[in-house]
């Protein structure tokens, strides 16, 4: 490994993104400012009830990311813990994003957790862009069940991914 590559800072931004927002998205453009390489790592298998697949998460994502001027972001896919796959990654940092005092008391003790295991990553929480603070995957997918409109809280990819969904 060169040092070059040695120095990189890798980020990674963990999580299901059942289905990716503008929140989300809003999360990765600024992280992808602060890091060398970030890696939006879709998490297979959460204790969720998804609508989407592991496949089609990411397919959602890389579409989303392709109408992007972020040519330091990437999409990868993980089981297991966080941590293990940060590391595999010669990652330096897992990025949170921040809604809520509800959010950071999930992720302060998984923070911690994870400092526990591996004193070398660092966790970095981002607080979200106030315009998407009462935004989260599981209301929008309820919301657009419904019929109503999430036109302006999803990119248009995953709007259309909901629609076809719900058609079926």
């Not at 929140?23 to 890696?39: N, Y």
Request: hydrophobic content about 45%; some cysteine; overall charge negative.
């Amino acid at each position: 490994m060169s040092n070059q590559q040695r120095s990189e800072r890798i980020a990674v931004y963990v999580g299901s993104f059942d289905p990716l927002t503008n929140g989300h998205l809003d999360i990765v453009r600024r992280a992808a400012r602060l890091f060398d390489i970030l890696v939006v790592s879709v998490y297979a298998f959460p204790a969720k009830n998804l609508l989407f697949t592991v496949e089609e998460r990411m397919e959602l994502w890389r579409a989303v990311l392709a109408s992007e001027e972020l040519p330091n972001v990437r999409v990868d896919t993980f089981t297991g813990l966080a941590i293990d796959h940060v590391r595999a990654l010669d990652g330096h940092v897992i990025i949170k994003g921040l809604r809520s005092p509800n959010d950071f008391d999930a992720e302060f003790p998984q923070g911690l957790m994870n400092h526990k295991l591996a004193p070398e990553i660092e966790t970095v929480c981002l607080f979200t862009n106030l315009e998407q603070v009462f935004i989260s995957s599981s209301l929008l997918k309820e919301v657009a069940r419904l019929g109503g409109n999430v036109d302006d809280m999803l990119p248009r990819v995953v709007v259309q991914a909901l629609q076809k969904k719900f058609r079926q």
